[in-house]
């Protein structure tokens, strides 16, 4: 019964995944929310992410009420309370990249690098929980390590000599973000399981995840943008003449441009803001610069909670329910060693390259061979299930 539970919630959890990455796409794409430039930024969209998968868990554990569960059982105590504080703090972040990187890039081209930590869960489930290494793990890690290559072999044989890597160093480093961060909540979300209190289910530890989610969020909307106008950073005296002209000139339309010019003057491999600047112009500047996105870290908790067009969010509010299912789905399958099942919640990577051939994105039969072996690595540590029994990790209190 253990390994069908799992393989019903890796189910479940795959679609789940699969479809949040379609949804934060589709809701960063002027194609699907109106043709507009969207106004919306991925801080913002956090914040609203964060206010469906809490809305939907709420109802749900009131359900769970009205059916008769007692009060006490929404507690965790306050050592559970602990690592999901720490889960939701890099929840956020993790968030805030995948609502970043959509605007820029197809998720079939950065799903699978989001996950390379999964290579290295089994040496963590070893050293937390004595979890036993077996030689699938090997083989498994071996092949996800050659799936996330083999979409990179036209540009590593230079067989196109113009062709560049489609993920940048901006990518890059949020790729990294996420990695930690992903792995550091698979590893607290099973510390969170194991020492929440007796009859702490999973809809109560959702629910406490994402007011300390919210929490977060909502502090940096308000004091990001208030750090950024005390340290001015849309109003630059001096910026690099690159950054300048790749971020803001190559951006803004041609009358904004000009202006911009009459108060930035090149001065060897800088733009020098000129003196004297009027308080009008110092508004008109900011306000280009804003829009712009010029500061890249800022510009991820700029903008209004309730905007002008409000199909971005609905994407957003679509992609909090499916949020909460594979939440719920995590924290369901947590009291098990993450080794044993997280690596396959990634099984919809080979489905993603196909989805996006429907949403008419070019898609290389290098990605979608190495979206195979990424999967065929993941999926490879349970053909010895039948030789191996699913334990559950011992909890800190007994029921």
Same mark, same amino acid.
Request: net charge positive; aromatic share 14%; with cysteine.
């Given at each position: 019964?253990?390994?069908? =539970?799992?393989? +019903?919630?890796?189910? &479940?959890?795959?679609? *789940? ?47 769970? +009420? ?9 507690? #965790? *105590? ?6 999901? &504080? ?15 990187? #959509? ?21 963590? *489930? %070893?050293?937390?929980?004595n979890a036993p290494i077996r030689k699938e ?9 050659? *799936? ?8 590593? &044989? ?7 890597? #489609? ?29 929440? =209190? ?11 995840? $994402? ?45 904004? %441009?000009?202006?911009?010019? %009459?108060?930035?003057? #090149?001065?060897?491999? %800088? ?5 004297? &600047?009027?308080?009008?112009? $110092? ?27 409000? =199909? ?27 080794? =044993?099942?997280?690596p396959y919640t990634n099984l919809y990577l ?11 994105? $070019? ?28 334990? $559950? ?7």
């Amino acid at each position: 019964m253990d390994w069908l =539970l799992i393989i +019903i919630w890796l189910l &479940i959890i795959n679609g *789940g995944l699969g479809g949040q990455y379609v949804l934060n796409w589709m809701g960063n794409q002027p194609d699907f929310t109106g043709g507009k430039k969207i106004d919306v930024s991925p801080g913002v969209m956090t914040w609203w992410r964060e206010i469906s998968k809490l809305a939907w868990a709420v109802i749900a554990v009131a359900i769970e +009420i009205l059916r008769g569960k007692k009060l006490k059982y929404l507690w #965790p *105590g306050f050592i559970s309370l602990s690592t999901i &504080i720490i889960c939701a703090f890099t929840g956020v972040i993790e968030n805030i990249g995948f609502f970043y990187l #959509p605007r820029l890039y197809s998720p079939h081209i950065y799903a699978p690098y989001v996950n390379v930590y999964l290579a290295f869960l089994p040496f963590f *489930g %070893k050293i937390l929980f004595n979890a036993p290494i077996r030689k699938e793990h090997w083989a498994g890690i071996v092949l996800v390590i050659a *799936g996330l290559a083999v979409p990179h072999i036209p540009i590593i &044989i230079g067989s196109n000599g113009d062709q560049q890597s #489609p993920l940048d160093s901006n990518a890059i480093i949020w790729i990294v973000i996420i990695n930690c961060c992903l792995c550091s909540q698979q590893i607290l979300n099973n510390k969170t399981v194991q020492t929440a =209190l007796p009859g702490v289910g999973p809809n109560a530890l959702v629910v406490w995840r $994402e007011i300390w989610k919210l929490v977060f969020i909502s502090s940096a909307l308000i004091l990001v943008p208030v750090a950024g106008n005390l340290m001015n950073v849309n109003m630059p005296s001096s910026v690099d003449k690159t950054k300048f002209e790749k971020r803001v000139l190559v951006k803004v339309e041609a009358d904004k %441009k000009d202006f911009l010019l %009459k108060n930035y003057f #090149p001065a060897g491999n %800088k733009y020098v803001l000129k003196e004297n &600047i009027s308080e009008e112009d $110092e508004i008109i500047i900011k306000k280009i610069l804003h829009d712009a996105e010029f500061n890249k870290f800022f510009s991820l908790f700029n903008g209004k909670l309730f905007p002008d067009n409000w =199909l971005p969010i609905l994407f957003v509010i679509a992609a909090g329910l499916t949020g909460y299912v594979y939440s719920y789905g995590f924290f369901k399958l947590s009291k098990f060693a993450a080794h =044993l099942w997280v690596p396959y919640t990634n099984l919809y990577l080979v489905i993603l390259p196909f989805v996006m051939i429907f949403f008419g994105k $070019e898609v290389t039969i290098y990605q979608i061979a190495g979206a195979f072996i990424v999967s065929a690595g993941l999926g490879i540590g349970v053909l010895d299930y039948k030789r191996n029994k699913v334990n $559950e990790i011992e909890k800190k209190y007994k029921d």
